[in-house]
């Protein structure tokens, strides 16, 4: 294969690869949405956690005694917040569409990239996405759309947030993998109190429920994490921030496929605003950043 082909090549496999980690992930969503009659969000979100936590452990094998203190508390706290994500992310789904709680979870990662910004053109984004949430806030006003899970689905986003700094933060300070599979222990951890007592009891009631819960773990966590650092060898972290951005367009076709819940009018026409608003803060930040920067930089993984 000649080097132009292979520089062809190269970004479409990483496209794919993209795509292949948020189907990954909002799959993954989907089946864990599917058994909360057998087992509760908080339950399924310790079951998921504890064995992602075991996976990433078991690859990356942590050395925690070598690190520093201020690295060890940056760790927990990456870790604290990832836990409280997947609980309130979890609690969110409980209460409405699929499509919404991932649309309304975006949110956050869009408030981080624009807090960074220092372009005018990006209030035009931060209009686009508020008016997305606008319309989903205003269905929970008329009694459409349960505003309670919209919240909680947005304090998952600002989790979400933190992730993305305290991940930078870790990934700075601890090489490879270490660092995230000690902090699926921590999140392991936060979930434990709220999810153990319920995840051991929908296992002894039926323990067929361990095999979609381990097939969460597998498809949002530990299969998604290795598509995507495959995709970033291949294509740029701001061309990944772009795809990113169809999170909520794959929730909202799992979510139909596996869960029937159907998108349409007002939740649609928001679902639109907040996608074109990432999509557009990831394109804006490429053009303006500089052409020395790394694939890898400035983009942790999805949680």
């Known amino acids: 294969m000649s080097r132009s082909s292979i520089a062809w090549f190269a970004p479409l496999v990483g496209v794919l690869l993209v795509v292949a980690a948020i189907s990954s ?22 079951v998921r956690l504890l064995l992602a936590a075991l996976v990433m452990v078991a690859i990356a094998r942590p050395r925690p005694g070598s690190w520093s203190r201020s690295t060890a508390l940056h760790v927990v706290a990456f870790g604290a917040v990832l836990g409280a994500m997947n609980l309130l992310y979890y609690a ?29 053109s990006d209030v035009a984004w931060v209009l686009c996405a508020a008016a997305g949430v606008g319309i989903i806030a205003v269905q929970g006003f008329q009694g459409s759309i349960d505003l309670f899970g919209c919240a909680l689905a947005l304090a998952a986003g600002a989790c979400w947030g933190g992730y993305i700094m305290l991940s930078q933060c870790v990934g700075a300070r601890v090489p490879g993998l270490s660092g995230l599979s000690a902090a699926m222990v921590v999140g392991a951890l936060v979930a434990l109190p709220f999810g153990a007592v319920p995840a051991v009891r929908a296992v002894v009631d039926s323990p067929a429920v361990l095999g979609p819960a381990a097939l969460v773990a597998l498809l949002s966590s530990v ?59 990831a394109i804006t930040t490429a053009r303006a950043a500089p052409r020395s920067s790394s694939p890898d930089e400035d983009l942790p993984p999805m949680p």
């Open 223 to 281: 299969l998604a994490y290795g598509l995507e650092l495959l995709a970033l060898r291949r294509i740029s972290a701001h061309s990944f921030g772009v795809f990113m951005a169809l999170e909520p367009a794959a929730a909202a076709l799992f979510g139909f496929l596996l869960l029937a819940e159907l998108v349409e009018g007002l939740d649609a026409l928001a679902i639109a605003l907040v996608v074109i608003a990432s999509a557009g803060v």
């Open 92 to 120: 969110s789904l409980e209460r409405i569409p699929l499509s919404v709680a991932v649309t309304l979870e975006l949110v956050g990662p869009l408030a981080v990239a624009l807090a960074h910004s220092r372009r005018a």
């Open 25 to 46: 992930v909002q799959l993954g969503a989907a089946i864990g949405k599917s058994i909360f009659d057998e087992i509760s969000p908080a339950g399924l979100t310790f």
